[in-house]
């Protein structure tokens, strides 16, 4: 239905558009401007100061054991489909 209603909309504006006749009667022309002169803004900018380094950082990574679990036989116990 929405798409029924916006194609209805497009056709009678095409045609409401095809309906109008356009014609010139005065040719334009471009305006004529004098510059003379003139003077830029002058800026003072300064930026903050930003101090750079390195500092050495040593970071203790702990060590992990892991102990697998087994059944009651002793063997691993693996999981489904492994």
Do not use: H
């Not at 380094?53 to 060590?63: D, F, R």
């Amino acid at each position: 239905m929405k798409r029924i209603a916006t194609l209805a909309i497009i056709a009678g504006s095409a045609f409401a558009l095809s309906a109008c006749d356009v014609d010139q009667t005065e040719e334009g022309e471009m305006p004529e401007v004098d510059v003379e002169g003139g003077n830029m803004p002058e800026y003072d900018v300064s930026g903050p100061e930003v101090e750079v380094g390195t500092e050495e950082t040593t970071v203790e990574v702990p060590t992990v054991d892991i102990e697998s679990a087994d059944d009651a036989e002793g063997e691993p116990v693996t999981e489904p489909g492994e």
